[in-house]
Every structure is written in C-alpha cells, then in structure tokens.
C-alpha cells in the first residue's frame, strides 16, 4: 500500500477530535509542557549569563585577592592588556542618630564600571560616587531611614547619601551578601579607619582588555608570573559561576524529574493507544481479511497515533513557552535574571524530541502486537486475550530508550549525576512495577471476603487485563514525590526550628581589633551580663603546597582540583588556637598541648585530607600576606558544620600565625529574654571599624530561598502526580470494553447502581490503601536518605502534616477513579449487549 493510500485510510479514522486517543494527548501535552517550560526557563538564564559577562563581571577579567590591594609591579603587568579599575569589598556598620545597619561596602575608583552604566532612581546614569557622597540600595537606605541629601556615620567619616540605586550592573557578579549594598570612593575605607593590617577585607581589580585576548590565557600568565599570591580570578565567561551552577543544578534537577514524569505519562500512552487499537480491533482484522498487511497496518495506525503524537507534543510545548514568565515570576529571588517571554529553539526541540521518543517506546507494543496476530485472533482477543511476544518489541523499545538516555547525557552540564540518577530512576520504576505484580498476585490468592461486594473489588486487582502494575508504578510514583517533598520540607523545618534557636548566634562581629579584645567581652557584658562571648582570630591565606617534606604538590602545577578539594582553591580563612575548637572531634593524631612552642603544627578536615591524600607528618604551606609559612600536620578533625559557629579546615598552633597582623571575629549569644536593641548603636560608638551581623535576617533570607527551591520542586512533582492521573484514567479507558461488559452482567443479575458504586468504592479503595503504603514507604525512605546522607541533618519529619499530604493525594485519586468510571453506571444492558 502507498502511502498516500495509508494516509487516506488513516484521515478518515482519524477524528478531528481524536477520539480515542485523547489520553495520548493529555501525556504528552504534560510531559512535553513541563521539559518545555523549564528547558526554556533556564536556556533562556544561561544565554543571558553569557551574553552579559562582560557587565555582570564589570570587565573582562577580575582579579581578588584578600587583605591587600595588587602592588605596583601586579597592576603594571596586568595593565598591559587593558585597563583596570580598583575596588575593595568589606562589612561596616552605617549609622544615623536613630538607626544603625550591616552594610556589603563597595568601594571603587573613577574608572568603575569598566561596563555598564549604575542607574539611579531618578534615572540618573552615574559611575564612582563623588568624594564624601555614597550611592545607596534602597533596602540600606530604609533600614537607615535616610533619603538623598541626608547624611549617615561609616567608621570615622560623615557621608552624604548622593542617590538610590535602581540598577547595579556587576550586582550579580558580587555574590550573596550579607547586608546591603552601600557604593562609596575607594578612599573613603581606609580614610574611615575601616581597613588596616589585618582588617578582613577583598580587593577587586577588573580588567577591560584593549585587543581581543583570551580570558584563561590572561589568567594563566598572571598566575605564572606572581606564583602563590592567593589570587582568584574570573573571567567574561564565568562572571557569575555560583549562579551558572545553581540554575545549572536546578535546571537539571528539574528536567529529569520532568522526564521522570514523562515516563509515567508514558505509561498512560501506552494505556491509551492499547484502549484505541482495542476499539478498532475488528476494524483491523476486517482490513487484513481485505488484503492489508502487517506493514500496512503498521503504517495506518502509526500515522493515526503520529499525527496524535505531534498535536500533543506542539500543544505541550506552546503550553510551556507560555508558562516560562509564571515559573520566573514564582521563583523569584531565586533566578539570577529577569526572564520573559524567551524562544530557545534547542530546548524546544529537545522537550519535542523526548515526548516523540517516550511516545515510541509505549505506543510501540500495542501497535506491533496488532501487526503481528491474524486476523481470528483479533477478533477472539475479547475472550482469548493476545499473548505478549516481547521479542518483537524488543528493537523500537530499545532504540527509543537508548536515545532517551543518549538525549539526557548530550544535554546534561553533569553526564555521571545525570547517568546516576537516570539509573536510580529505572530501578525504582522496575521496583514498583514488580511490586504492582506481587500486589496482583497476592490479591489472587488472598482469602476470598465473605461481602460480595469486596470479594469482586479484590477480584478486579488480578482480573485478565488488570492495570494494577501499571497503576501501582505510575500512581505510586507521583505519591512518593508528594510525600517526599512533605517529608524533606518538614525534616529540614524540624532541624532549623531545633537547632537554630540552641545553636545559632544573636550576632557575628567582624574584625575586632585584637588589642581591643577585652575592651570589646567588656563592653557586651555591661549591656548584657551573662552574654555569652565566643572570639578567634581571623587571617585569610592560600595552600600553596601540601605533602610529605621530600615530595611536596604544588597547588599551581595542579591541572585540576581533586574533587572535594575546594579549600585549594584561592584564599581561604585560617585560625590558631591553643585547645581543640568546640564541635570539633580528633579523628587521627594527636592535637598540640595549650603551651606548645616547637615546631607549627596545624589540624586539617579529615575530610579535605582524605580528598588529596594527606597524612600525618605531612607539611602544608601557606602564603599569608605575600609570606610563605610552614606547618607539620598533626591531626585531623571532624568539623560540625550545622554548629553556625566559627569552622575552619585549617587550625595552626599559635607560633605558626600569632604574629601575622591579624583581627579577631566574634559570635555574641545573649540571655534569653534580653532585647538586642540598642547594641549594634553601642558597638558602633565603641568600635568603627568593627562590622557587626545580625543572624536573624539572614536566617530569613534562607528560609524564602528554601521555600522557594521547595515551590519548584512541587510544580515538578505536581506534574507527576497529573501524569499519575492520566495512567488512572487510561488504564480505565482501556478496560472499558470489559468493566462495560461486567456491569451489564451484574445489572441483568439484578444489582443496583448502589451496588456498583460500592464495588468500584472497595476497587479503588483497595487500590487506594496499597498506593498509601507504597507512597508513605517509598517517599519517606528516600527523604530519610536525603536528609541524613545528603543534608547530614537528623531525621525530623513532621508525620501529621506527611499523611495530610499524602491523605488529599489519594482523595484526589479516588475522585479522578470514581468520575471516571460513573458512565459504566449508566450503560444501558441491552444496548450494550448488542454492540458487544
């Protein structure tokens, strides 16, 4: 048959609501939708993040270093491919008459920004404030209560507010801050008696090349030519790295549960087109006694559920090119930039061609198993059901997961965690499968219920043609997210509401002077006796070597960091201290005695060691202020982390940096009941150049980014559970021939639509009672997993609220079940028997 022939036969089939195959468009729109919406979301993120580098970053390279600005011979051998712009980059403390704020100081010269233009709310573009004048965020200049015109303390100096900020162009390149951003002359720090040796401060220089060279190449020779000087650098094209690898992780997180929900819409495809091939069964039996072949029908049909196929596909992916400025307007604060209304043609293509994909792997058996069967078969399969010959399938199926997976990796910025969780995802679909079988089984041999009404409602699990693993797999799927999402929210709300108000400080104070140290334990205890005063000092350096004395690594000659090995890279905090910090353990050696004074010793995170190999008796070297120091490593410690105290990988014996100009930090927890008010204005007067943060605003901060990461998790489990939902109804539709022939029976015996009602009730009710088990298990176990292994946080779920949630999914399956399944109440038995 010619193909024009096929599409013929085929069209005139086909109806123009396409009957029959309206589940196959319902999983595909949501699949398709979901990979659409969030393909576009952060495609749309990514391009942004590159085609703005050079504003994000303020530049073309940026150089950071901590303590200290570049010296003379660093600025004239970097200022040989362009032009620099120095900046620095502290907390202070602002203040007016009334009010006093942590402020993100931003200190810059004439030259900045290199690119871009700073917008003020009068709409004014302006660049470097003037001498005595700061440009202001609006969040500091409420907190402060000052206006422009309006004066305000910074340190020692009087500064006047010049404007509001309405558009920081390199914002985003600056990274989280801990108060709000205050933009003042580069002068103005030190001339406030904010910096001084010691002080802990970043100095940003930005670089605008003149000729069109390479970012890494710059960064390469900077660092050959100045070895071990602690410099960080970034380039154009990773302007904002923290924000590229959170929408990255995001993004990717995000479009494989999406296509872990497209897999179990797949499972309703597969439904779908065995209910609409059911249907035609005599229509295509008619077709080979008339003379069609195998390879026609295969053609007929395949055109019919193609065409079905791409309208689903196109619908779900204008849906998710719709939805894309909905999902940036819930998530907020959370994405880097403004998104809107974006066309990504890759990710597009991509949702596109996963949804085509899924569609082959499901919709291949029904269709070849109505290929491979003659013709009396298919018309017995009512009474003889047809036999299932894998091998058939085995060919289209396996092409189309293979370019699933093959999909999944091309796309994937992490091929191995996306290989993972791709392999995690199939075990636990085949787990819930063969668990939809045992379900099935044991149903078959469980004691028949005296009630008639249950024992048919049991019945009806193991029945030939039965959906029950079908169900039990996609169902159970779409459960477990919700009470995983239930289960990890609530866990994680547990161990903030636990440990925040027992563990977390009232205030971290910043580069205490460490002659003024007993002035500073005085001052708190005369506003709040009984405080609670927790100091240490604070120096900044980079591992330049590690290793055994005759074997040392170089940390500049490594290609790339050991994973794990994030404390190499650039300048890291360092402390000294004569007894074993608090929530700290000695896993190995032997920590210095409190009047050690031979040679430097210093304690490393066990878990640091173990990423590049240390041992004890090794040496580490560090670079602190330009100068080279050398200790013995001693021991290693388990860090607690959830303390929110001060942690450091690296803890020296005093000899090793006492002598290094230094500050001290500090945490102050203060009794319970005693006001803080009034303290922050007292700290100011008392010591300028300190920078005192308070820790409830910032714990604030990570509770809406957690409720917000928790608000994209649910859309994408949301969209599980509707998939869930369209396997239910088709797994119904394609038992519909049946249910409708039993319902007939049982009303021509003499029962009533009451009766009916009840045993599709005991049906779905039982059903219902295995999926909460199967959800409640599954769910909280993989939440257990997250929260203890991934998270490392106790395990502190909130039950009332997981079974609520977990309570309103299975209402809302029960109700999709019963509506669904009320038109079998209504068929008429004569009708019926006639037309089967």
Excluded at 128 to 150: C, H, I, N, S
């Amino acid at each position: 048959m010619q193909l024009s022939a096929a599409w013929g036969i085929a069209r005139r089939d086909l109806s123009a609501r396409f009957s029959g195959l309206r589940l196959l468009l319902v999983c595909l729109f949501l699949g398709v939708g979901a990979l659409a919406a969030i393909g576009s979301l952060t495609g749309a993120i990514r391009s942004q993040l590159q085609a703005e580098g050079r504003t994000i970053l303020g530049g073309d390279l940026e150089v950071e270093v901590w303590q200290r600005l570049l010296t003379d011979d660093e600025k004239a051998f970097i200022g040989q491919y362009g032009t620099l712009s120095e900046g620095l980059r502290l907390q202070g403390m602002a203040s007016t008459a009334d009010a006093a704020a942590p402020v993100e100081l931003k200190a810059v010269d004439v030259k900045w920004p290199l690119v871009g233009s700073l917008v003020l709310e009068s709409g004014e573009q302006v660049g470097a404030p003037p001498p005595g004048t700061a440009w202001l965020a609006p969040g500091a200049a409420e907190r402060l209560g000052v206006k422009v015109g309006d004066s305000f303390t910074l340190g020692t100096r009087t500064v006047r507010v010049g404007g509001i900020i309405a558009d920081e162009p390199d914002r985003l390149s600056e990274g989280f801050q801990l108060g709000q951003t205050v933009i003042v002359p580069l002068d103005l720090p030190e001339a406030a008696g904010l910096v001084a040796p010691g002080s802990m401060y970043q100095s940003k220089t930005r670089l605008a090349f003149n000729a069109p060279y390479d970012g890494e190449g710059v960064e390469g020779a900077i660092a050959q030519k100045f070895p071990g000087r602690g410099y960080d650098f970034r380039t154009a094209e990773r302007a904002s790295p923290g924000a590229e690898r959170f929408v990255s992780r995001l993004g990717e997180f995000l479009t494989l549960v999406g296509l872990a929900a497209l897999v179990i819409a797949g499972i309703g495809i597969g439904l779908g087109v065995n209910s609409y091939l059911e249907a035609r069964r005599r229509a295509i039996a008619t077709l080979k006694i008339l003379g069609a072949t195998s390879r026609d029908i295969v053609t007929i049909y395949g055109l019919q559920i193609g065409a079905a196929a791409l309208v689903g596909s196109a619908a779900g992916l204008l849906a998710g090119f719709a939805v894309t400025p909905l999902l940036a307007s819930a998530l907020g604060d959370l994405l880097p930039v403004e998104t809107g209304l974006v066309f990504d043609p890759l990710a597009l293509a991509r949702a596109l061609a996963f949804g085509l994909l899924v569609a082959l792997v499901f919709a291949a058996p029904p269709l070849l198993r109505a290929r491979d069967f003659p013709a009396m078969a298919l018309m017995r399969s009512r009474v003889s059901p047809l036999a299932r010959a894998w091998k058939t399938y085995a060919l289209p199926v396996g092409l189309g997961l293979a370019g699933i997976v093959a999909l999944t990796l091309i796309g994937s910025p992490t091929p191995l965690q996306s290989a993972l969780f791709l392999a995690g995802a199939a075990v636990l679909l085949a787990l819930l499968w063969l668990l939809g079988l045992a379900i099935r089984r044991a149903a078959a041999k469980a004691p028949r219920p005296s009630d008639p009404i249950l024992r048919s409602g049991l019945a009806n699990l193991h029945r030939p043609g039965a959906a029950t693993g079908s169900l039990v797999t996609a169902l159970g799927f779409g459960l477990s997210a919700f009470v995983l999402l239930a289960a990890v929210q609530t866990s994680l709300a547990g161990n903030i509401a636990r440990s925040v108000p027992e563990r977390a400080p009232d205030y971290f104070v910043l580069d205490v002077p460490k002659a003024g140290l007993a002035e500073f334990r005085q001052t708190i205890e005369k506003f709040a006796p009984g405080s609670e005063i927790t100091a240490v000092p604070t120096l900044r350096g980079a591992v330049i070597a590690y290793g055994p004395d005759d074997n040392q690594t170089r940390v500049e000659d490594l290609k790339e960091l050991p994973d794990g090995a994030w404390a190499l890279r650039g300048e890291r905090g360092l402390t000294y201290s004569d007894t074993l910090p608090e929530g700290n353990s000695v896993t190995s050696g032997k920590f210095w005695a409190a009047d050690h004074s031979g040679e430097p010793e210093v304690s490393v995170d066990e878990e640091l060691a173990e990423a590049v190999g240390l041992q004890i008796g090794d040496t580490l070297t560090v670079s602190l202020l330009g100068v080279e120091r050398t200790a013995r490593i001693t021991s290693f410690r388990r860090i607690d982390w959830e303390s929110l105290g001060f942690n450091n990988v690296f803890v020296f014996s005093p000899n090793a940096l006492e002598d290094a100009p230094h500050n001290f930090a500090a945490t102050i927890d203060l009794p319970e009941g005693t006001s803080g008010s009034g303290l922050l204005r007292l700290l100011i007067g008392a010591f300028p150049s300190a920078s005192v943060i308070e820790v409830g605003p910032i714990l604030t901060e990570a509770r809406a980014i957690l409720d917000q990461v928790a608000l994209a998790i649910l859309a994408a489990a949301a969209v599980a559970v509707l998939a869930g939902l369209a396997v239910l109804l088709g797994a119904i539709a394609a038992a519909r021939a049946a249910r409708t022939y039993d319902t007939v029976v049982l009303r021509v015996l003499g029962a009533s639509r009451r009766q009916l009602l009840g045993l599709l009730l005991a049906e779905f009710g039982l059903l219902a009672a295995v999926l909460a088990g199967v959800a409640l298990a599954l769910g909280t176990g993989l939440a257990w997993l997250v929260i203890t292994q991934v998270f490392d946080f106790d395990w502190l779920p909130d039950w009332p609220r997981i079974i609520m949630v977990l309570g309103a999914g299975l209402v809302l399956v029960l109700g999709f079940a019963i509506g669904a399944s009320l038109p079998l109440l209504r068929a008429r038995p004569a009708q019926s028997l006639r037309a089967l």
